[in-house]
């Protein structure tokens, strides 16, 4: 037996079929071509379902997950305007797909996939208590707590993106101050470079610089691994967590941002206190975690069932 | 039947029996004199709980549980080191209690303990997703989710005064800089207006100048307040609650501090987005949370087995 997942991102749908193993048996990618509004995203995301549908056959598949950019509600299973889905205003999503196809339908935040599809198959295996943060043009969390992403009242848990970790620090989309995609993200990063810089450059240019021993772009990194570190801090203290799995593009970074990151918690006083060592490690399942975490969904429910 | 709870705090020791229904039947005080050491104070813990275990009867009681400040590990039971019981190191208080009693002991942190009263018996009754908060000289809090309080992996769950919501903010206690508790507790309310007045205030003398209309005073609690704001919409963004129970002293400054705890979240990205109305309310059961909540540990445990 297989499900589909679909993780549906802002600037593509990548669609797959998973074994009850965890195995991607097959993938499809489109552009999410999302100026285009709901209806026609809609229709691209039906026409990679069906495309994988008919690879396996219908009566194979048990269900259907799919990993969207929040804010969603996955106990309504409404989308519910997410800022880089233009149109996209309170779409039954859940509902429709159920309608078209017949099987159960899941949705769920993608960085709360994300970090079911690590806890299940990825880095955070055997954790009881396990904080997923994405590390991208934006930052998102999911929580695992004892083999369950919390999902909230509302699907809301873990937005740690919008954390406030400076109320002086940079405007975020959100409208507040120093949420911690504002100062640490990879538009962080890329925005901190260009102010310095006086020219545009990507968070990946400013580490190939700071690699290269440039001061400036490591001056920037350096701020965003600082308030990175504060996050880490205020994850500690408000999740207690006994792993914490970074993926997404920044943590491509690597040693040196785990090093800084590992540094802020060494400062954590309830970490001290109780003698804690809390590993913190990089994602293992890459790009590919959203849609394993979505095609997860629907095994998830018929073990809880 | 009939528990018994025990508040263990840095000034004083209240004890009490509970019954099923969560009356509070006979309660104790004594003072902690914490400065006289672990053996000493555990020595005094016991003669209360001598003195309700003649009341009602050993025969009758269930168990015993203790609230205790942290940090502990509910999981060992172990008082890991608490800055104001000095002395205190890793001591294994819920082992020593069983072996005197021969009863079920749980340790739970006063916060946790104090979110449960409030979950099982006071403000929280019916909310599938509580977040307690307890603002006083420190600041704690405690998550009830699905009836359940979270403790993670090592008993530091929702150390929400220990949250970082200004990295330029006043030195903590802990080491680290700007803690919500650092900033925005009644000790930090006192500091800001000793420093304003240039006078020792408490912040009940605050809060009262503030009423009568001091200009000096209401910065010191805007400011206050300005900080808690940001910890409640970290809050919201991390735990995604139904329903804010906030207890402790600040707490009774009353509709002021709601009014501008209730403004902060109306900013808030997630709240808006979702539309949700997360409603803020005061605590219910006031001083005498914590020895009920500890006294509904035993209840908890049994229904759970």
């Given at each position: 037996?297989?499900s589909?997942g679909?993780?549906?991102g802002?600037?593509?749908i990548?669609t797959?079929v998973?074994d009850e193993q965890?195995?991607?048996q097959?993938t499809?990618?489109l552009?999410t071509m999302a100026?285009?509004?709901?209806?026609?995203?809609i229709?691209?995301?039906?026409?990679?379902i069906?495309?994988?549908?008919?690879?396996v056959?219908r009566?194979n598949?048990?269900?259907i997950?799919?990993g969207?950019?929040?804010?969603?509600n996955?106990h309504t299973?409404?989308?519910l305007?997410p800022p880089n889905?233009?149109?996209?205003d309170q779409i039954p999503?859940?509902?429709?797909?159920?309608?078209?196809?017949?099987?159960?339908?899941y949705l769920?935040n993608d960085?709360?996939a994300?970090?079911v599809?690590?806890h299940r198959?990825?880095?955070?295996?055997g954790s009881?208590?396990m904080?997923?943060i994405t590390?991208s043009?934006g930052i998102?969390?999911?929580v695992v707590?004892?083999?369950?992403?919390?999902?909230?009242?509302a699907?809301g848990f873990?937005?740690?993106g919008?954390m406030?970790?400076?109320?002086?620090?940079a405007r975020?989309?959100?409208g507040?101050r120093?949420?911690?995609?504002a100062?640490?993200s990879?538009?962080?990063?890329?925005?901190?470079?260009?102010?310095a810089f006086?020219?545009?450059?990507?968070?990946?240019?400013?580490?190939?610089?700071?690699?290269?021993?440039?001061n400036?772009?490591q001056q920037?990194?350096?701020?965003?691994?600082?308030y990175?570190?504060?996050?880490l801090?205020?994850i500690?203290?408000?999740y207690?967590?006994?792993?914490?799995v970074?993926?997404?593009?920044?943590?491509?970074?690597?040693?040196p941002?785990f090093?800084?990151l590992l540094?802020?918690l060494?400062?954590?006083?309830?970490?001290?206190?109780?003698?804690?060592d809390?590993p913190?490690?990089?994602?293992?399942l890459g790009?590919?975690?959203?849609?394993?975490g979505a095609?997860?969904?629907?095994?998830?429910a018929r073990?809880?069932?």
């Amino acid at each position: 037996m297989y499900s589909i997942g679909v993780d549906l991102g802002g600037t593509k749908i990548l669609t797959g079929v998973l074994d009850e193993q965890g195995t991607l048996q097959h993938t499809l990618e489109l552009p999410t071509m999302a100026a285009d509004g709901p209806d026609a995203v809609i229709r691209r995301m039906r026409d990679t379902i069906d495309r994988m549908l008919d690879r396996v056959g219908r009566a194979n598949v048990i269900g259907i997950g799919i990993g969207a950019p929040g804010p969603l509600n996955p106990h309504t299973g409404m989308v519910l305007g997410p800022p880089n889905l233009p149109g996209w205003d309170q779409i039954p999503l859940r509902d429709e797909l159920h309608e078209v196809y017949g099987l159960p339908v899941y949705l769920e935040n993608d960085a709360n996939a994300a970090a079911v599809a690590e806890h299940r198959f990825g880095a955070g295996q055997g954790s009881l208590q396990m904080v997923y943060i994405t590390v991208s043009t934006g930052i998102g969390g999911g929580v695992v707590i004892d083999g369950q992403v919390r999902q909230g009242a509302a699907g809301g848990f873990a937005e740690i993106g919008h954390m406030i970790v400076d109320p002086d620090g940079a405007r975020c989309n959100c409208g507040n101050r120093g949420c911690l995609e504002a100062v640490a993200s990879g538009t962080a990063i890329a925005r901190m470079a260009s102010e310095a810089f006086g020219r545009a450059l990507t968070a990946e240019q400013v580490a190939e610089l700071a690699m290269r021993g440039d001061n400036k772009a490591q001056q920037v990194l350096d701020t965003a691994f600082y308030y990175l570190g504060i996050g880490l801090v205020n994850i500690v203290n408000l999740y207690d967590p006994d792993l914490i799995v970074i993926g997404g593009g920044v943590a491509r970074i690597g040693q040196p941002l785990f090093a800084a990151l590992l540094q802020a918690l060494g400062s954590n006083y309830f970490r001290r206190s109780y003698g804690m060592d809390v590993p913190i490690v990089p994602a293992q399942l890459g790009a590919k975690a959203g849609v394993i975490g979505a095609a997860a969904l629907p095994w998830l429910a018929r073990e809880q069932a």
